[in-house]
């Protein structure tokens, strides 16, 4: 079975409450490809409603928040023509977060998320996204994100280091 873009962080930066495999309480998303575009499907649960059948607006925007920066990690890695279990690791943190909603969002099958990639420029990507329930779209979401910075990244992965 294919890894998850984020089942590739290593484990001191999995902790997201949106994509972390290792925070318990979180949503746990989980990236592919799917030729040029990163697919996330998610289930929403019942905690998760906004009035009875329809997701609340802020389950939306982390979804779209926390795809869009595993598909930027994903993008950068495939950008540098690196596997993405090599070193140094790669994360994204974002910089902007847009989020259009189009029609309410259904809560009673799983969400659908497609991005894709607007731009990669240095250490900063900009990823689109559609978000559909029932198959249509129901939210987009444009995200500049920026890749943390190699001694913050080397901090976070070696703590007992600091002074």
């Known amino acids: 079975m294919m890894k998850a873009f984020q089942d590739y962080y290593p484990d001191e ?41 329809y997701v609340y607006g802020g389950l939306i925007a982390s979804l779209i928040d926390c795809h869009a920066t595993g598909t930027a990690a994903a993008a950068t890695y495939r950008h540098q023509n690196r596997a993405m279990d090599t070193e140094p690791p790669l994360r994204f943190l974002t910089a902007s977060l847009h989020v259009d909603y189009i029609k309410p969002t259904p809560i009673d099958q799983p969400l659908e998320l497609r991005a894709r990639v607007k731009e990669i420029k240095g250490r900063k990507a900009t990823i689109s996204v559609e978000l559909f329930g029932h198959g249509e779209v129901c939210a987009r979401g444009e995200v500049v994100t920026v890749q943390v910075p190699d001694e913050f990244m080397a901090r976070l992965m070696n703590p007992a280091n600091e002074e």
């Open 13 to 53: 930066v999995s902790y997201c409450y949106g994509c972390g495999r290792l925070n318990e309480e979180g949503l746990q998303i989980k990236s592919y490809w799917e030729g040029d575009e990163a697919v996330c499907r998610y289930q929403p649960r019942p905690c998760h409603t906004a009035v009875p059948g």
